[in-house]
């Protein structure tokens, strides 16, 4: 096995593997763990796809999830890719809050300029201009607050699913 992973930039971090063993034989694995009953984890798989939820008694909003894509590359080689990231849910809300800003940036931004050539007082549309980079900023390291409190949990996520590829 090989594995790859992406820098700590990354608000949803990536990973990639390569396993010598098939795509059913991996996808097996985690269809076995889940019809055992004793997984903690909350584990749906669909096809090549396979989504690893932490438990509901220790999940919260900043509670990572982890996707799992496993393609078959060759006879008996399988690649598995792994993201990351928060639940659908929060990952929505988050990018609509960027996209209400980038907006709201745009907008503003032609109603200084229109205001300005118009010659007339255009400081509320300036200063808005000016700070929404600061709320987006501000969104960012949020962001960035959120994976740090996720941090235990993504490992933990992470031993769960190499020790049932493993196996």
């Known amino acids: ?26 996808i097996s694995k985690f269809k076995n763990k889940l019809n055992k009953g004793d997984c903690n984890y909350c584990v ?44 659908p849910t929060v990952w929505t809300l988050f990018m609509f809050f960027h996209f209400a800003v980038a907006v709201a940036f745009i907008g503003f931004s032609v109603m200084a300029y229109v205001q300005w050539s118009l010659k007339t007082d255009n400081s509320f549309a300036l200063i808005m201009v000016l700070g929404l980079p600061a709320v987006w900023i501000l969104m960012y390291f949020l962001g960035r607050i959120g994976k740090s409190k996720g941090n235990q949990q993504m490992d933990d996520l992470y031993q769960f699913m190499m020790k049932t590829l493993n196996s």
Not at 1 to 26: G, Q, Y
Not at 60 to 73: A, R
């Open 1 to 26: 096995m090989t594995a790859k992973t992406n820098s700590n930039i990354h608000l949803r971090p990536r990973f990639k593997m390569e396993f010598k063993e098939s795509d059913a034989v991996l």
């Open 44 to 87: 749906k798989v669909v096809d090549g796809h396979v989504v690893i939820d932490i438990p509901k008694e220790e999940n919260y909003f900043w509670s990572p999830q982890l996707n799992i894509e496993i393609e078959k590359v060759e006879d008996g080689k399988t690649i598995v890719k792994g993201l990351f990231g928060p639940k």
